[in-house]
């Protein structure tokens, strides 16, 4: 059963920087595509950063392009979202993913997430 685990989530005021961490488990983590994702408070869920597989490739949203950067680190099974510059906009509860599938790039639908860990920007 896959087990995704967000952490470093919190409080910052604006223009202050979190690093987000994801730990995964019961998968062939270095075999898929990973993702961040976020949700607002009555907005939907949105993407904001994918990776692939080996760390090569990535992709973002524009609303964070330039202030985040996604990283994976495949021995220990773990992925990271770098936020700096950050906005009270970028408050919402932030997802971590893994592609449905293995080995593609781009990434297709997301089919296992974590359980989110909170943001919170204040100006």
């Known amino acids: 059963q896959v087990q995704l685990v967000e952490s470093g989530g919190g409080l910052v005021q604006a223009g202050g920087s979190l690093r987000l961490s994801c730990a995964a488990s019961?998968?062939?983590?270095?075999?898929?595509?990973m993702g961040w994702f976020r949700q607002a408070p009555g907005k939907e869920r949105e993407f904001v950063a994918a990776?692939?597989?080996?760390?090569?490739?990535?992709n973002y949203a524009d609303s964070v392009k330039g202030r985040f950067t996604v990283s994976r680190d495949n021995a220990k099974n773990a992925v990271s979202l770098q936020m700096n510059s950050l906005k009270p906009e970028d408050t919402a509860i932030y997802y971590c993913?893994?592609?449905?599938?293995?080995?593609?790039?781009?990434?297709?639908?997301?089919?296992?997430w974590g359980q989110g860990t909170q943001v919170t920007v204040f100006s």
């Open positions: 993913a893994a592609d449905l599938a293995r080995l593609r790039w781009p990434p297709g639908k997301f089919g296992s």
């Open positions: 019961g998968l062939i983590f270095g075999s898929y595509a």
């Open positions: 990776i692939s597989t080996n760390g090569a490739l990535s």
